[in-house]
């Protein structure tokens, strides 16, 4: 069946990079995304990546995809203390619908 | 441009209570999604709408849950009677893809808690 899966927590100090990986189980993805949920607050999109892409940069942000290991990742250069959050990662799986991981907790200590 | 919108925030019921959630829309977006979040966990698809047509509700409790979404814009969706594990956040997105793939943009969602 479907399922994505995420690391709970993550800890890194300001200024280090961040790097928040997530597993996917379904080969038919199209789109794989990456939203960012501040408390009490709703999913905000910060990046996607089309399946046929490995890469994508977006100022912080680098999206690693190996399509092969169905692998996932997301690099945050210099974390700041406002990039604590919950990360989602979230694949547009074959069945019309978007399944999302568990959440990967970032905690930026200052 | 508005985002999502979502009301009311926070709602505390006591269980066997109906309870209401209010969803408006990005203008012009097609498609609205209700997720159902639970504390620790992703969102999951509770009904998915084209317009006014629910095209995906398999995961919708439907002894307990229906929503609307009359003249495709707005949408409601309702719980009655509540039961204590309903309790959780309840997510609106709306996308403007018909049913491809598509970035969902979220409200800010409505909490509930059930006594």
């Known amino acids: 069946g479907e399922d994505v899966e995420q690391s709970l927590f993550l800890s890194v100090r300001e200024g280090d990079s961040s790097v928040i990986n997530c597993t996917y189980t379904?080969?038919?993805?199209?789109?794989l995304y990456w939203y960012k949920q501040e408390p009490g607050a709703g999913l905000q999109l910060l990046t996607y990546?089309?399946?046929?892409?490995d890469m994508k940069q977006d100022q912080r942000l680098t999206v690693l995809l190996n399509k092969k290991d169905k692998h996932l990742s997301l690099r945050i250069a210099d974390t700041q203390t406002g990039d604590s959050a919950i990360y989602f990662c979230?694949?547009?799986?074959?069945?019309?619908?978007?399944?999302f991981g568990t959440g990967t907790r970032l905690k930026v200590l200052a | 441009e508005a985002g999502v919108v979502q009301s009311p925030r926070y709602k505390i019921i006591e269980k066997k209570q109906p309870v209401a959630f209010w969803c408006n829309p990005i203008?012009?977006?097609?498609?609205l999604y209700w997720y159902l979040q639970n504390l620790g966990q992703g969102p999951e698809l509770l009904i998915r709408?084209?317009?006014?047509?629910?095209?995906?509700d398999s995961q919708l409790p439907k002894d307990r849950f229906s929503a609307e979404r009359l003249k495709g814009v707005d949408s409601t969706l309702k719980i009655q009677p509540a039961e204590l594990g309903d309790s959780a956040v309840y997510l609106c997105?709306?996308?403007?893809?018909?049913?491809?793939?598509?970035?969902?943009?979220f409200g800010p969602g409505t909490r509930l808690t059930v006594l």
């Open positions: 997105a709306s996308s403007e893809a018909r049913g491809r793939a598509d970035t969902q943009y």
């Open positions: 379904d080969s038919s993805s199209t789109y």
């Open positions: 990546i089309f399946s046929n892409m």
């Open positions: 979230a694949e547009w799986s074959g069945t019309y619908k978007y399944i």
């Open positions: 203008s012009g977006h097609n498609t």
């Open positions: 709408y084209e317009n006014e047509e629910a095209v995906d």
